[in-house]
């Protein structure tokens, strides 16, 4: 009981909880402002290779960090799919595959943010690993997924002057949270709060969206996904637990006895760990607690925290259980076993270049 509440009312674990609550909020009052409608229609305006927009939308929407977005991601690029020729089982996995790429890319990513808080090595460490991973992996699936499509041009009005004006302004709530948290180190609660106050106060009121400032504030509240934000706190709780009863030590000791090196257990663990739970956070919460005692310390043990990061976000990505992937198939009326297919091919891709990444540091 001691150990659950200490691990309760640790600040690294308030943390986390304020920043999920805020990114889930955030999701939600962007949608239901016409926020994230006018992003995708100003990104029209500048954009006009369709097979570029339908990698681009779900990229986007993946922002969000809401569980099954990519059913929010899939009706957006279904017509542009039918335009260009794009059979559905392609479809269905281009917007599994790009709607994930934040969670290797992006700050505010919960899984990125959780495993830096277990292992104490900054955000920006993981960003330097997985943007060159995830830049060269999903170039060659992107050339893959379309591979039997032409350069198709997305039907549109000549962009205006301020075209690219526009889109930066609808994309201000994010430039604030990135400036304010890696730029200006301010606490990343309170940037997200920044980022949320300045799309209930300051966008644009748009005809059929919610407009006034109280209700605005209201359904931000309404948007918040408690139940990401308790398992964020439940996975906290069990790294303290397992720490506090000295089973990890006899779990490490094993995992070294065994003589299997390092760095394939890093890999092993999270990614049967990912399949089973088609959950990332699960998955790095299960996995990385495990390997504390064994990894080094220092800047030679980043690698490996790396490296597990990879195999659980792609692994959980690929989960036959994973949330978005259903919901896509379902929604497109897709070959589940094909898609399935497609997403862990290239799924292998972002593992292999990864290993290569991982033996040059």
Known sequence: VNTVLSSITDP??????????????LGHILK????????ITNLRAVISDMRILIAFIPALVGLLAVPGGAIMSAPLIEQMGDEIGLDTDSLATA??????IYTYTFPLSTGIILLSSISSIDV??????????????????????FRKIKPAKAEREKAKPDTILKLFKSLLPFIIIIIMGLVFKVYFPLAIFTGILYVVFFTEKKSGYIDSAKSRILMTLKGIKWDMVLAIAGVMIFKDIVAATGFLNEISSFLVETGIPLFV????????????????SAAIGLSAPLFLPIIPAGASGIPYYNLIYIVSATSYMASPFHLCLVLTTEYYKASFPNVLK???????WI???????????
């Open 265 to 280: 257990l890093v890999v092993l663990f999270p990614l049967i760990t990912g399949l089973i739970m088609g959950n990332n």
């Open 124 to 145: 920006v460490e993981f960003l330097k690993f997985n943007i060159p991973v995830i830049i060269i992996t999903m170039t060659l699936a992107f050339f893959y997924i």
């Open 32 to 39: 239901v402002t016409g926020s994230l409608d006018e992003i």
């Open 351 to 361: 593992i292999a270049i990864a290993l290569i990444r991982f033996l040059m540091c």
């Open 12 to 25: 690294e674990t308030i943390r986390l909880m304020l920043i999920i609550i805020g990114i889930t909020a």
């Open 95 to 100: 917007n599994v595959i790009f709607r994930h």
């Open 342 to 348: 497609q997403v862990s091919f290239i799924g292998c």
